[in-house]
């Protein structure tokens, strides 16, 4: 039987310790730390992200405000408001909640966010300072599964890493996080031939695919570490991971289940890059 790698739990432990930071920070500062969240449109999946967000920064003391439009509002409409919210020295982070309708460019909205403010850390800006090593804020599901790993003491130096996926949000950045910590880091994707010999090598294996139970135990290395960043909703609506968790959990050596692994986490580090962003704007 695998570790179970609890992300919840993980996650409610570091949000009390946050939540002590918070505090001090409000103490020594006479201010909270304000984050403003922005949705466009009705999409039921963004809306109960963005009430997750909303209730996570009330129970750490940082002060958010929800800006909701509806789905035909213009492009510029929103950039005015990103530029108000970058000018507004009582908001440290400002986050705009994807996806975007159609009728607004999702990079020219990305590239409004002041870098300073932008606590998803989406922004070319910030993207290469993540690709330098240099950075205030890293994008909240990779530096949640660094954050699991690291409380697991799970080591990756020296480790084969293997990360299924190459998106911005996820696969890119996890990948140059785990080469960070010195992982010998494999990118795999939708063009990967032969993908199961290579992550068969994964000492740590990440999958961030968005196919469900795409990983099956014949794709897994005895004794891995398994990660499933996946989100995905089978047709009787319930929620499964891209891992085919109860056949790889008895070869893994730890596995995060979905829900209650990465997912949980995500919302953690956004609230921990608002408070970075909240200090790094009294310097
Ligand atoms: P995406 O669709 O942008 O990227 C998916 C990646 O999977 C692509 O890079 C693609 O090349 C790769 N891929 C697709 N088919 C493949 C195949 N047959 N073989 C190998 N690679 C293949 O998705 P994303 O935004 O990176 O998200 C991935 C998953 O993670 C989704 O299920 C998403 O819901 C989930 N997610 C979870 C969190 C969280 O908080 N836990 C956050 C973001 C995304």
């Known amino acids: 039987m695998a570790i179970l790698i609890d992300g919840k739990a993980t996650s409610f432990a570091m949000k009390e310790e946050l939540k002590v930071k918070i505090e001090a920070f409000e103490k020594e500062n006479g201010f909270a730390p ?7 449109g009705d999409d039921p999946a963004s809306a109960v992200y963005v009430r997750n967000k909303e209730n996570a920064c009330a129970a750490v003391g940082i002060k958010s405000t929800t800006y909701r439009l509806p789905g035909d509002t213009a492009e510029e409409e929103l950039l005015a408001l990103i530029r108000r919210l970058n000018a507004d020295v009582s908001v440290h982070g400002i986050l705009v909640q994807l996806p975007l309708p159609k009728q607004i460019c999702e990079e020219t909205v990305l590239a409004t966010i002041s870098p300073n403010k932008d606590v998803d850390a989406f922004h ?7 690709m330098i090593g240099n950075y205030h804020f890293l994008p909240c599901t990779p530096a949640g599964v660094m954050a699991l790993l690291d409380r697991y003491d799970i080591s990756v130096e020296g480790k084969h890493c293997v990360v299924i996926g190459r ?3 996820v696969g890119k950045p996890q990948a140059m996080l785990l080469l960070e910590k010195n992982g010998t880091v494999t990118i795999c994707h939708s063009r990967t ?5 290579i992550t068969r090598q994964a000492d740590i294996l990440v999958a961030a695919v968005g196919r469900a139970n795409f990983v099956t135990a014949d794709m897994v290395k005895e004794g891995a570490t398994v990660i499933d960043v996946g989100i995905n909703r089978l047709p009787d609506g319930t929620l499964c991971g891209d891992v085919a968790f109860n056949e790889v959990e008895k070869k893994a050596y730890a596995i995060t289940p979905v829900p209650g692994g990465v997912g949980p ?5 956004l609230l921990y890059n608002t408070l970075t962003a909240a200090k ?3 310097k």
Do not use: R
């Open 34 to 40: 304000g984050l403003s969240v922005i949705i466009v």
């Open 124 to 130: 070319a800006q910030n993207v290469g300072h993540i």
């Open 167 to 169: 998106s911005n949000i």
């Open 193 to 197: 031939k032969n993908l199961a010999d």
């Open 265 to 269: 986490m995500t919302v953690t580090m």
């Open 280 to 282: 790094e704007s009294l």
